[in-house]
């Protein structure tokens, strides 16, 4: 099969199932992950199909949103990097935000026992990590609970965000860059993130570098509005340089 034809058939399977993965593309074509990557870069760069993690959705999906336990095991070990390298920006002694997230949760996860923090946070799984953390002052903020993510949304969460002043927040994003800012799929997540960055004096955004140039459904802020941003080597030096031209420190682990 030709390239052309093999890329038709991957945007059919595309628009049929909602989205296409790698893998299983690699092994149902016989063809190499890095072909099916340069299938779906080829696609993508003609406005067929927007790549996400580990794949591809039709163009205009810009709701797709992965359940949880996917989005678990997507970039784990990248996730793992990035989580350990934010264990140095904690304040001593002080009050941070966590966001909703699966790398801010690994951070949660990996909070040394010896810490003394006050954590405020609308996740469930991360309040649930930290529920029997012995050094932490652990605040769970409520509301309306959204399944496909297990964090609390609407205006009671909102409301709560808006009556602290945190040391940090370490914060979520489906997508970010500096043409398309801060991004994520569902209007009432977005409009928490917003009001957890405005809760905080410190913002530091956790997010793997597939998560570079996608471009979501709701914008929640600007890129600039991130103090520093914790990514992985992916993040290539020309991407790098124009984040850091606009204001934003950027570590690559």
């Known amino acids: 099969m030709y390239a052309p034809e ?14 296409v993965d790698v893998l299983s593309l690699a092994e149902e074509f016989q063809v190499t992950a890095e072909t099916i990557r340069r299938d779906l870069k080829a696609l993508d760069r003609a406005g067929l199909v927007r790549r996400v993690h580990g794949g591809a959705i039709p163009a205009g999906r810009l709701d797709f949103e992965p359940d949880l336990a996917e989005r678990e095991s997507t970039a784990a070990d990248e996730k793992d990097r990035i989580a350990q390298a934010a264990l140095a920006e904690l304040p001593a002694d002080g009050s941070v935000v966590l966001d909703a997230g699966t790398t801010v949760a690994r951070l949660a996860a990996a909070l040394p026992l010896e810490s003394g923090l006050t954590v405020v946070t609308h996740s469930l799984p991360t309040a649930a990590r930290l529920a029997d953390h012995p050094g932490v002052q652990l605040h769970l903020i409520g509301g309306r609970v959204r399944h496909r993510t297990r964090a609390a949304v609407d205006a009671w969460a909102l409301r709560a965000y808006g009556e602290i002043r945190a040391d940090v927040v370490f914060l979520a994003a489906n997508g970010f860059s500096p043409e398309h800012g801060l991004t994520t799929p569902d209007l009432a997540e977005a409009a928490v993130k917003r009001a957890a960055v405005s809760s905080a004096r410190r913002v530091v955004l956790l997010a793997d570098s ?44």
């Open 210 to 253: 597939a998560k570079h140039g996608q471009e979501h459904f709701a914008r929640f802020g600007d890129l600039s509005d991130v103090d520093l941003l914790i990514t992985d080597k992916g993040l290539g030096d020309d991407d790098t340089e124009v984040i850091e031209r606009g204001g934003t420190e950027v570590v690559r682990v």
């Open 6 to 19: 093999r890329q038709q058939e991957i945007l059919r399977l595309a628009r049929d199932s909602g989205r």
